[in-house]
């Protein structure tokens, strides 16, 4: 094999490998982001929660507020109920402690009631709390997590660097002028595989003679459609 060519495959290699690795890379922030949004879902819920448990907390204070006021009437007019005088005036006093007794038992079974929601409400907010709690745990462990892994791939990232540096000043200038133009004009990919007579990259089949000459693996070829440097066969090779 032509030993630019082995040198080329090796360089793209290590281009490949080091895609992989920035594309992980750029996707920590996403990862990042989503994180921070459960924790922001989940304490949007506690807060939500806790506004609902406030509202019922007042609405029941107010409905408290309005039996204590009946009952303080309830009572006064029992106590004047033995000072009327006529029967009219009784049969008044009668009705009005009648109705007083009325709202007396009606307010009592909607306060019961918003007690019950009232002790639902506090057990859904301390839930809340408690998922917010490990929410905040579990992220802030991912988040430990996401930097070492970062860390450890930028320092691949700089390894690669400089092996890829080491590896480039091996290469005659002119293939690796030919080799940095590709690669910026095709994502990255500058060199291809032949397969099935086909170029791996761009899928276009090659002419027979092209192919062929292509066999030996012995000159720089471009690929006619892509303009990618083509090689015949799997080739293996070292990308340390």
């Known amino acids: 094999m032509l030993s630019d060519l082995e040198l080329l495959i090796r360089l793209q290699q290590l281009d490949d490998s080091a895609a992989k690795v920035r594309s992980k890379i750029d996707s920590y922030p996403n990862r990042l982001e989503t994180l921070d949004a459960l924790v922001a879902e989940r304490k949007r819920q506690l807060e939500a929660g806790q506004e609902r448990l406030t509202h019922e907390r007042a609405d029941r204070q107010a409905f408290e507020n309005e039996l204590a006021q009946i009952q303080t009437r309830l009572s006064r007019c029992k106590d004047q109920l033995m000072e009327v005088k006529t029967n009219k005036e009784y049969q008044a006093m009668q009705t009005e402690i009648a109705v007083a007794e009325e709202k007396v038992h009606?307010?009592?079974?909607?306060?019961?009631?918003?007690?019950?929601?009232?002790?639902?409400?506090?057990?859904?907010?301390?839930?809340?709390?408690?998922e917010l709690i490990d929410e905040q745990r579990v992220v802030s462990l991912e988040h430990d997590t996401i930097e070492r892994e970062r860390n450890e791939l930028e320092q691949q990232l700089e390894v690669a660097s400089q092996t890829r540096a080491k590896l480039a000043a091996e290469v005659p200038p002119k293939a690796?002028?030919?080799?940095?133009?590709?690669?910026?004009?095709?994502?990255?990919?500058?060199?291809?595989?032949?397969?099935?007579?086909?170029?791996?990259?761009?899928?276009?089949?090659?002419?027979?003679?092209?192919?062929?000459?292509?066999?030996?693996?012995?000159?720089?070829?471009?690929?006619?459609?892509?303009?990618?440097?083509?090689?015949?066969?799997?080739?293996?090779?070292?990308?340390?």
């Not at 306060?111 to 839930?127: C, F, P, S, Y």
């Not at 006619?224 to 090779?237: A, D, H, P």
Request: glycine share 6%.
């Open 106 to 130: 009606r307010l009592e079974d909607v306060i019961l009631e918003r007690m019950l929601d009232g002790d639902k409400l506090v057990a859904d907010v301390g839930r809340l709390e408690r």
């Open 176 to 240: 690796m002028a030919l080799f940095e133009t590709v690669s910026r004009q095709r994502k990255g990919i500058a060199v291809a595989e032949i397969r099935d007579g086909h170029c791996s990259s761009c899928q276009v089949r090659l002419r027979p003679q092209l192919s062929n000459d292509l066999r030996s693996n012995e000159h720089l070829i471009q690929c006619e459609s892509c303009q990618r440097i083509l090689y015949f066969g799997l080739v293996k090779t070292s990308a340390s």
